[in-house]
C-alpha cells in the first residue's frame, strides 16, 4: 500500500494581525488558518500539519485586533494521526476505490453559431482504468459516445443542430489502488 510520510512540515497558518504603528489607528486581525486535504492508503505524521488562525494585531490607540480563526485539516487514510496536527483532522476512514462514477457539465447554452472542438485530458494509470467522454442534449439524451479528445462536435450530425450539450466523463476501475482522473475539459465553440 501507499504511504504518505509527512517528515517536516506542512504549513497552512493564517497571518497575525498587523500593528497600528503608533498612529492610531487600530490593530489588525488575525487570517483565518486554510486547509489541508491529505489521502492515502497509510499518512504517517513524524513532523507537523498546522491550519492554525493568526494572532490579533497590537494597538496603542484601541483593544487588540481578534485572532484568525483556525482552518481544517482532513486526513482520508486507513490509519489514526494523533500528534503533530493541529486543529484535529477529520478522518473518512479507508480509502476504497468505487469501481465506477460519472460526473457530468452543466448544460452549456451560448448563442451558437456552430459547435466547434471538445479537448479534455486525463490521467489513466493502468490498464485496469478507464474514461471516456460521451456528449448529451440538454435533457440528457445521449448524442455521441466514447468521443476523443480533439474531436470536432460539429462534424457530428447527432450534434450540429443542438443548441445545447452536456458532457459526461465515466470513470471506471477494476484496480483496487488506482482510479483514472478527468483533469479538465474544454468545448469550444462560435456564437452570434
Known sequence: AATLAVGGSILANGGNGGTDGNGNCGAGGGGSGGSIWLQAPVVTVAGTIYAKGGTGGSSTYASVGGAGSDGRI?????????SG?????????????LTSGTVASPSI??????????SFNSTIPSNQTTLTVDVLDSAGNLLATN???????????AISGKSALKLRANLGTSATTSTPALLDWTLAYTSY
Open 109 to 118: 447554452a451560448p448563442s451558437l453559431c456552430a459547435w466547434g472542438t471538445l
Open 147 to 157: 468521443v476523443s479528445s480533439g474531436t470536432n462536435l460539429g462534424a457530428l450530425s
Open 85 to 97: 496536527v493541529a486543529p484535529a483532522p477529520g478522518y473518512t476512514g479507508s480509502i476504497a476505490h
Open 74 to 82: 482532513r486526513i482520508d487514510s486507513g490509519t489514526a494521526v494523533s
